[in-house]
Nanobody, 115 residues
Framework: VQLQASGGGLVQPGGSLRLSCAAS????????MRWYRQAPGKQRELVAT???????NYADSVKGRFTISGDNARSTMYLQMNSLKPEDTAVYYC??????????WGQGTLVTVSS
């Protein structure tokens, strides 16, 4: 599985961005896809999960502001981020989970929230 993340950039506080993660390869084997982020000097944290059945979960810090979704026809996962805060500044990574021994990562896309 190959993952290509895109959509990061500079946005003002309160603004919105949509991240995309295009998947290719053995995508029929994917059981869940996730977005993680890593802020400078901090550990990578899980932001949102979408299962192959469409169920979703979010970190408390982004609930009500971020929405994870998938487009099977385009083999792409999205993260719609609204009401962005400076503390959302991080490199965002997409992740595909097949099994505990088959986990794949995209290259990361930088989101900077600043005035």
């Amino acid at each position: 599985v190959q993952l290509q993340a895109s959509g990061g950039g500079l946005v003002q506080p309160g603004g919105s961005l949509r991240l995309s993660c295009a998947a290719s390869g053995s995508i029929d084997s994917i059981n869940a896809m996730r977005w993680y982020r890593q802020a400078p000097g901090k550990q990578r944290e899980l932001v949102a999960t979408i299962s192959s059945g469409g169920s979703t979960n979010y970190a408390d810090s982004v609930k009500g502001r971020f929405t994870i979704s998938g487009d099977n026809a385009r083999s792409t996962m999205y993260l719609q981020m609204n009401s962005l805060k400076p503390e959302d500044t991080a490199v965002y990574y997409c992740n595909a989970f097949i099994s505990t021994t088959r986990i794949y990562w995209g290259q990361g896309t930088l989101v900077t929230v600043s005035s």
